[in-house]
């Protein structure tokens, strides 16, 4: 059975920088649509960034600028690069390919 496994999360201070990364155990999550997205303590998910099969990138408009989204199909993994962190980018992090979800990875912006 094909599981999403992301990893990369931790503590940072405001302005500070983390690598998240999305993987598929038994899969390829490079191949089709790879979605990032974050839940933040007492919110609803929101979507964060999307890359396609084709390469075609989104992000949502609080993190453009800030936020990266990438792929290494030889690693077969899916990156988030997020810069300049803030506190309020506090969340748990998910991607999410095809109809599978990771069980998600957390991120604390603090000082």
């Known amino acids: 059975q094909v599981q999403l496994v992301e990893s990369g999360g931790g503590s940072v201070q405001p302005g500070g920088s983390l690598r998240l990364s999305c993987a598929a155990s038994?899969?390829?999550?490079?191949?089709?649509?790879t979605r990032w997205f974050r839940r933040a303590p007492g919110k609803h998910r929101e979507f964060v960034a999307i890359?396609?099969?084709?390469?075609?990138?989104q992000y949502a408009s609080s993190v453009k600028g800030r936020f990266t989204i990438s792929r290494d199909s030889v690693k077969k993994t899916v990156y988030l690069q997020m810069n300049s962190l803030k506190p309020e980018d506090t969340a748990v992090y998910y991607c999410?390919?095809?109809?599978?979800w990771g069980q998600g990875t957390p991120v604390t912006v603090s000082s």
């Open positions: 890359i396609s099969g084709a390469g075609v990138i």
């Open positions: 999410s390919h095809k109809d599978l």
């Open positions: 038994g899969g390829d999550v490079t191949l089709d649509a």
